[in-house]
């Protein structure tokens, strides 16, 4: 039996003052998946986390929010969703029972129900140990995971992580990560905001690209990276003869004299076979070899101009490539 999308979103408009934020955004997201807004800081990701959680107010367009208009049944989305901000709303004063247990007050949870709410949430993201500690104490990691159970204290149908990983080190991101998949699992949708590439391959299920306002691309992950050509090998030399030789054989390639290295366009096995058999007909033999296939890093790239670290944003086409 087919599912009502979890987000519908059409011809969003957002300005502030005369500067437009938001240019005519449009998506659905999926129930029970995972959807990965990128984009560099300014593109308008945050306003359209802020406008879909009823914080802002829209100046153009319709939503709905587990089939709920965040204008009109503003208490409906709220009752539907979580939301963990860039920042993260854990009260350092408080234990960690006690943040989960005062979100079970303010959801009006019965007391008892709250409580075990509070309990499961502390197993569930492995706090048990520090429950009873200030979430001053915390790591970094842990005060996430603390933020991110806070928010499931309501069960939630859709959840909104706008950029969650900020400032965490690797390890603690990729716990993040796998408390997220959990709640896919579970049937939780979650609506993600990250520069981080590879937490957009990681997890999500779609991803669209913002650029100026506009999605400037859409779809899941592997099918983007089909809309950048560019995978290559790099071939490495032990000395320049051997080089040269190689650039004879293959002149297309771009060779680099000082890291004695050959770099070669090659999408696929195929085309990585080919050339070899052509080093082996010249009689010349790489010390390494390595593959390059574009990622979504490439992606953002290209379709932006610029790349995914936060740098003054260049012109993009607006053309939006669909699957």
Same mark, same amino acid.
């Given at each position: /039996?087919?599912?009502?999308?979890?987000?519908? !979103?059409? #011809?969003?408009?957002?300005?502030?003052?005369?500067?437009?934020? *938001? @240019?005519?955004? #449009?998506?659905?997201?999926?129930? &029970?998946?995972?959807?990965?807004?990128? &984009?560099?800081? &300014?593109?308008?990701?945050?306003?359209? !986390?802020?406008?879909?959680?009823?914080?802002?107010?829209?100046?153009?367009?319709?939503?709905?929010i587990a089939g709920h208009d965040p204008v009109t049944e503003p208490d409906a989305v709220r009752a539907a969703?979580? $939301?963990?901000?860039?920042? =993260?709303?854990?009260?350092?004063?408080?234990?960690?029972?006690?943040?989960?247990?005062? /979100? +079970?007050?303010?959801?009006?949870?019965?007391?008892?129900?709250?409580?075990?709410?509070?309990?499961?949430?502390l197993e569930q993201f492995d706090l048990t140990d520090a429950a009873a500690r200030p979430a001053s104490s915390?790591?970094?990691?842990?005060?996430?995971?603390?933020?991110?159970?806070?928010?499931?204290?309501?069960?939630?149908?859709?959840?909104? *992580?706008?950029?969650?990983?900020?400032?965490?080190?690797?390890?603690?991101?990729?716990?993040?990560?796998?408390?997220?998949?959990?709640?896919?699992?579970? &049937?939780?949708?979650?609506?993600?905001?990250?520069?981080?590439?590879?937490?957009?391959?990681?997890?999500? %299920? %779609?991803?669209? !690209?913002?650029?100026?306002?506009?999605?400037?691309?859409?779809?899941?992950? +592997?099918?983007?990276?089909?809309?950048?050509?560019?995978?290559? !090998?790099?071939?490495?030399?032990? %000395?320049?003869p051997s080089l040269t030789a190689a650039t004879a054989a293959l002149p297309t390639a771009a060779p680099d004299?000082?890291?004695?290295?050959?770099?070669?366009?090659?999408?696929?096995?195929?085309?990585?076979?080919?050339?070899?058999? @052509?080093?082996?007909?010249?009689?010349?033999?790489?010390?390494?070899?390595?593959?390059?296939?574009?990622?979504?890093?490439?992606?953002?790239?290209?379709?932006?101009?610029?790349?995914?670290?936060?740098?003054?944003?260049?012109?993009? =086409?607006?053309? $939006?490539?669909?699957?």
């Amino acid at each position: /039996m087919a599912t009502d999308p979890a987000i519908i !979103v059409a #011809d969003l408009h957002k300005s502030y003052g005369t500067q437009p934020v *938001l @240019r005519g955004v #449009d998506l659905e997201v999926g129930a &029970g998946t995972v959807f990965a807004m990128l &984009g560099p800081n &300014g593109a308008g990701k945050t306003t359209v !986390v802020k406008i879909l959680s009823t914080l802002f107010r829209a100046d153009s367009g319709r939503i709905r929010i587990a089939g709920h208009d965040p204008v009109t049944e503003p208490d409906a989305v709220r009752a539907a969703i979580g $939301v963990t901000g860039q920042f =993260s709303a854990v009260d350092g004063l408080l234990t960690g029972t006690e943040n989960l247990q005062l /979100m +079970a007050d303010l959801h009006h949870l019965p007391r008892a129900r709250g409580r075990a709410r509070a309990r499961a949430l502390l197993e569930q993201f492995d706090l048990t140990d520090a429950a009873a500690r200030p979430a001053s104490s915390y790591s970094g990691g842990m005060r996430r995971r603390l933020d991110l159970a806070m928010t499931l204290v309501g069960e939630p149908q859709v959840i909104f *992580l706008d950029e969650p990983t900020t400032g965490l080190d690797p390890r603690s991101r990729r716990e993040l990560w796998t408390a997220v998949r959990t709640l896919v699992d579970d &049937g939780v949708t979650v609506f993600l905001t990250t520069q981080y590439l590879e937490e957009a391959d990681q997890l999500a %299920d %779609d991803v669209a !690209v913002l650029d100026h306002g506009h999605l400037v691309a859409r779809g899941s992950p +592997a099918h983007l990276k089909t809309l950048v050509p560019g995978g290559h !090998v790099r071939l490495r030399f032990t %000395d320049h003869p051997s080089l040269t030789a190689a650039t004879a054989a293959l002149p297309t390639a771009a060779p680099d004299p000082e890291a004695l290295t050959l770099q070669v366009h090659a999408d696929g096995y195929p085309a990585i076979r080919a050339l070899l058999a @052509r080093l082996d007909t010249a009689g010349v033999q790489p010390e390494a070899l390595t593959t390059h296939t574009p990622d979504l890093d490439d992606v953002f790239l290209a379709l932006t101009g610029h790349s995914a670290t936060p740098t003054p944003p260049a012109p993009a =086409s607006r053309k $939006v490539p669909t699957p």
